[in-house]
């Protein structure tokens, strides 16, 4: 192996996981968007599991990049692919089909993914997670 060369190893993987969770933010925006929608009746009522679900997968996600990557910038490029994904599914499309109609279910999950996904990255982490420096071998002082 050549000199340097697990150091570039190293980079390319951590481009590669960056890479991962926007892709893993787009394909949450894209499953969000159609199971946002669905709906179960419960008692001659209509409870809207499917965005539940959708803005609690959202910040689990989310935080689960905060963690992964010990910083808070996994989790808003969880987050930003989730909001290009969504905005561009929020569009309409050439034979005039929306997939986020308008209407109080999809404003709640915009306004709600965009809340629930800043709260779950903004949180801080715990005491001691943050990233590690590595150790210095060989300095003093």
């Known amino acids: 192996m050549a000199a340097g060369g697990g150091a570039g190893l190293a980079r390319a993987l951590t481009a590669l996981s960056w890479l991962g969770l926007v892709v893993g933010g787009l394909l949450l925006g894209v499953a969000g968007a159609l199971v946002q929608a669905t709906t179960v009746s419960i008692a001659g009522r209509d409870v809207p599991w499917g965005l539940v679900a959708t803005l609690v997968t959202l910040g689990v996600a989310v935080r689960g990049a905060v963690w992964v990557r010990r910083r808070r910038l996994g989790g808003v490029v969880v987050a930003v692919g989730w909001v290009v994904a969504t905005l ?3 569009q309409t499309g050439p034979g005039g089909d929306v997939l986020l109609p308008e209407g ?4 709640v999950y915009l ?3 965009v809340i629930v996904a800043a709260l779950a990255a903004g949180w801080p982490l715990p005491a001691g997670t943050g990233r590690r420096r590595p150790a210095r071998v060989g300095r003093t002082a």
Do not use: E, F, K, M
């Open 88 to 90: 561009v599914l929020a």
């Open 104 to 107: 109080w279910r999809s404003q």
């Open 111 to 113: 306004v709600g993914g």
